[in-house]
């Protein structure tokens, strides 16, 4: 298992930046494919994006791609997700999770470790 710890959350008006930080710790952070994820209250959580174990190849839900990037720093056991141009409906507890394995997934269930979340607030 990998203990993962999101930081880098917070308030920001419509059309500006944040990035949000998953510091890893445990076993080989390179072993994992890294999703991240987000949730509002009273709905499911829902797949925003993923990187491969090597950082090369990332995957985007359509409503973030182009806005959104995904990248990964295996040295430091950190996952990052720079998010530009958001909007209020971006509004969400942002949640990184790892998946043990080779193959990418966006699928809540196939990621064993989660993060405790961070809040992220776009006003209008």
């Known amino acids: 298992q990998v203990q993962l710890v999101e930081s880098g959350g917070g308030l920001v008006q419509a059309g500006g930046s944040l990035r949000l930080s998953c510091a890893a710790s445990?076993?080989?952070?390179?072993?994992?494919?890294m999703g991240w994820f987000r949730q509002v209250p009273g709905k499911e959580r829902e797949f925003v994006g993923a990187i491969n174990r090597n950082g090369v190849i990332t995957y985007y839900a359509e409503s973030v791609k182009g806005r959104f990037t995904i990248s990964r720093d295996n040295a430091k056991n950190t996952v990052y997700l720079q998010m530009n141009s958001l909007k209020p409906e971006d509004t969400a507890v942002y949640y990184c999770a790892a998946r043990n394995s080779i193959w990418y997934s966006k699928l809540e269930a196939d990621f064993g470790s989660w993060g405790q979340g961070t809040q992220v607030t776009v006003s209008s």
């Open positions: 445990g076993r080989a952070f390179s072993s994992y494919v």
